[in-house]
């Protein structure tokens, strides 16, 4: 069996044990209901986790995307609610604006050969001071279009929604999935994980593909951002504080190794879910402190990281 | 100079009068070389002949400085590695350049997968890949990790590769270094089978009889010059080794200036040393002693002097110094035991660059005393002085850092720093490697001064003169083995030759 597959078990094992226990425990968490909240609750950080996602495959990390969505949320806002634009075209412009400036921080990266830890931690603070800048205080947004994507669900079995950014996010996985594993994108974003040295000698164009896992984060950061706007009817420069440590926590606790290279997309998914599966289960509870989740989700993944140190050490070779 | 090629036609690759300088140093000083269709040639040299320089400007990792590429008649310039693959010149490393975490066919057919429909159609390039090779003798499931392989399949493959995308050139830079005898012959199987499919390869290698069981045809390089091309069906190995070492001139010399010369006692003697990899040796230094070894690259001279040192440890064996046995599995116990070691690569494992020279010359002695007994200022300062003066260390003043200094006072602050503790026993790796002329006779100097005050001294080289003309007894190593030791009137070049090149049995 290939050997990346086994954390992604280990974590897909690992939910459904998690969820069990959270149904015999609270017996109404098994519901259509709570699973389509589960979906709209965390779609932006599920969006925001696939970008993290292929940046962490190459071998790379991204510590902007919580100040770009911060910005995002800023920017919507400012366009619709100061500038009257149609919501639409106001998540266009943000959307190029994230991708844009993701796109810069990896042309940064490769050709200022500065580590993508230096150059995303700069642009963090850029994106968080840029949104400041724009609206110290938070704006919040009344319009027509916000309603109507709210009000939009689909009845799923059981009565639970599946919401509109439940189906981005959703969507977002399904086309990322394809993206990493069945294009030449994605071979060459796993092959600059793998090693970027042969990964030039072999003819992968480092400078197009490094950009490119860039500019799709800084992307799926916008759109995160949008899904955030309209989450919540507001834009503020300190929205998701942090939330790119929840995206890096969610794609390690996925099965992705965290120096790149090993990892799948499906597995942010379940990383991403078991999050929520954990802050759910708080909130049905009622009596434990809301900061239960970041000891869970720290303990989770210091075993993730102990289990991929077991599975990549010196693994079985075949002659 | 015979260039009659086996298949008689005009080379594939021709490179002519090649000049690539590093600084003021000449890597390679007009080297011509071709490579035929359905030949291997073999390329030998020690370290430092240029052997590796000339393959990046074969492959395009180097553009050259003087001389003329080309392909099958025509000149070409080539940018990097990546535009020599497009000509058709493939190269293999020894280190596989290929993606670990990939598959064995993502990793055959990665940047030219088949698509279908925008995506890649993953079972007809696993057809594919398991198709291609099956050509080479392989038969594996290709959707497996390359890192679930061995050395050995990871080479292949990556020789399959090399030869699709590339398909004129074969370009081999030690590909059997980690492999061993099954797998070297596994490899050669498939070397063979490329030869018959006419392609011109290019065989890098320091074992000799890998060149002589794999080669038609052989360029030595020494000291970025080429020695001679000659086919290997005229040569033996005695000619090769002497045509790789060889300085002409010393080939006439008779015997040791030390020969005879008058030694003490017992000062360190190693018994059944050894480690994997490594068969055991022993060993004794007597006072007043050089012990040089002699043999080619990937010998294992570097290793004896590493286990020496403590550096790698040691499994099994026993050191004693002045007849008392000390254990040595580091080289703190190393250092506590009055050794000192002046490694191969002084840049990397010798100097604290950015130290001063006084700081680099105490260092040691002040690890050994322990960091609670500092040397004070000026203990610092007269000692720097004392041995700078002593070695005669030209430095502007005692608190620049040493990186500024010239190759040749490096490594006398680096004898100076071993100096000070006072040692017992003293392992110098290529003392004189890198530095020039002038400073290359000084050191030779200081190495024999301190031999005859009493040190006694085990020294690597490559300069089978200098080994000859300064030793009272030389050891001989050959595939990480000492399988000689040559003393008084038998130290002679050719004695060294033959015990280097040893018998032709050896074949993997």
């Known amino acids: ?319 | 100079m015979t260039e009659t090629g086996v298949a008689g036609a005009a080379p594939v690759l021709e490179a002519r009068g090649i000049v690539k300088i590093f600084g003021q140093h000449r890597a390679l000083d007009g080297v011509d070389f071709a490579a035929h269709g359905g030949e291997v040639h073999a390329l030998l040299g020690e370290n430092g002949a240029g052997k590796s320089t000339l393959i990046k400007i074969l492959t395009g990792a180097y553009q050259p400085d003087g001389g003329e590429l080309l392909l099958e008649g025509a000149p070409i310039h080539l940018r990097d590695p990546l535009q020599g693959q497009g000509f058709g010149i493939g190269t293999v490393y020894q280190e596989v350049n290929l993606l670990p975490n990939r598959s064995v066919a993502e990793n055959l057919f990665l940047g030219r997968q088949p698509t279908r429909f925008g995506l890649i159609d993953r079972r007809s390039s696993e057809a594919q890949a398991a198709g291609l090779l099956a050509r080479y003798g392989l038969e594996i499931d290709v959707r497996a990790e390359l890192s679930e392989y061995s050395v050995a399949v990871q080479q292949i493959v990556a020789i399959a590769r090399a030869v699709e995308l590339s398909g004129k050139v074969l370009v081999l830079d030690e590909p059997t270094a980690s492999l061993d005898r099954n797998e070297v012959l596994r490899l050669f199987e498939v070397v063979r089978g490329l030869k018959a499919r006419g392609l011109a390869i290019i065989f890098i290698t320091h074992f000799l009889d890998q060149v002589f069981d794999l080669a038609d045809r052989v360029t030595i390089l020494r000291n970025g010059r080429k020695v001679a091309t000659q086919p290997l069906a005229a040569l033996n190995a005695t000619d090769v080794v002497r045509m790789m070492l060889g300085k002409d001139v010393a080939f006439d010399h008779q015997g040791s200036a030390l020969a005879g010369a008058a030694k003490g006692a017992v000062r360190v003697e190693f018994r059944g040393m050894g480690r994997k990899g490594m068969a055991p040796f022993d060993l004794a230094v007597h006072e007043g002693e050089v012990v040089r070894v002699a043999g080619l690259l990937g010998s294992g001279r570097t290793e004896v002097a590493r286990l020496m040192f403590g550096v790698d440890a040691a499994e099994g064996g026993e050191v004693l110094v002045d007849g008392r046995p000390v254990a040595i599995r580091n080289p703190a116990e190393a250092v506590a035991a009055g050794f000192g070691f002046c490694p191969e690569d002084r840049k990397i494992d010798g100097i604290f660059g950015d130290l001063s020279v006084r700081e680099n010359i105490i260092i040691a002695l002040q690890a050994k005393l322990g960091w609670f007994k500092a040397l004070n200022r000026d203990d610092q300062v007269e000692l720097a002085g004392r041995y700078a003066e002593a070695l005669d260390i030209r430095a502007a003043d005692h608190d620049m850092p040493v990186k500024l200094l010239s190759g040749g006072n490096q490594q006398k602050v680096i004898l100076a720093r071993w100096l000070a503790i006072d040692p017992t026993f003293l392992i110098l790796d290529e003392p004189t490697r890198g530095i020039d002329v002038g400073a290359h006779a000084e050191i030779v100097r200081t190495i024999n001064r301190l031999r005859e005050e009493g040190l006694a001294l085990f020294v690597i080289s490559s300069e089978l003169d200098e080994v000859v003309a300064y030793s009272n007894r030389i050891v001989v190593m050959r595939d990480r083995e000492m399988v000689a030791e040559l003393d008084g009137q038998d130290i002679a070049p050719d004695a060294i030759v033959q015990a280097i090149a040893g018998t032709q049995g050896t074949r993997p």
């Open chain 1, 1 to 319: 069996m290939n050997r990346s597959l086994r954390p992604l078990l280990a974590t897909t094992l690992i939910f459904l044990l998690a969820y069990l226990l959270a149904v015999t425990q609270q017996p109404a968490m098994l519901s259509t209901r709570v699973l389509g909240n589960f979906l709209t609750d965390n779609a932006f950080l599920g969006i925001a986790a696939v970008g993290m996602t292929f940046v962490i495959l190459s071998g790379g990390i991204d510590l902007s995307v919580g100040a770009v969505i911060g910005f995002t949320t800023v920017l919507i806002a400012v366009l619709i609610m100061w500038l009257d634009l149609h919501p639409l075209l106001a998540f266009a412009i943000a959307l190029g604006v994230a991708t844009g400036f993701g796109a810069v921080m990896g042309a940064a990266i490769h050709y200022l050969r500065v580590p993508s830890f230096i150059v995303t931690l700069a642009g963090m603070f850029l994106a968080r001071g840029g949104a400041s800048v724009l609206s110290p205080d938070s704006i919040g947004i009344d319009h027509a279009f916000y309603k109507v994507i709210q009000k939009s669900y689909v009845l799923l079995p059981g009565g639970g929604r599946l919401t509109v950014v439940g189906m981005i996010m959703l969507a977002v996985f399904a086309v990322a999935i394809l993206l990493a594993h069945r294009t030449r994108f994605g071979s060459n974003v796993y092959a600059l994980g793998g090693s970027e040295t042969s990964a030039a000698l072999m003819g992968v164009p480092v400078a197009r593909t490094t950009i490119g896992i860039y500019a799709l984060s800084g992307f799926l950061a916008g759109l995160s951002g949008v899904v955030f706007s309209l989450y919540t009817s507001a834009g503020y420069s300190l929205n998701a504080l942090g939330v790119e440590l929840d995206a890096i926590a969610a794609v390690v606790i996925g099965g992705t190794l965290l120096t790149g290279g090993y990892g799948f997309v499906a597995g942010t998914f379940i990383g991403v879910m078991l999050q929520g599966l954990v802050q759910t289960y708080i909130v049905f509870d009622g009596t434990l402190s809301s900061w239960w989740t970041k000891i869970v989700v720290g303990a989770l993944l210091f075993m993730f990281i102990l289990l991929q140190r077991l599975v990549f050490r010196a693994g079985p070779r075949r002659t």
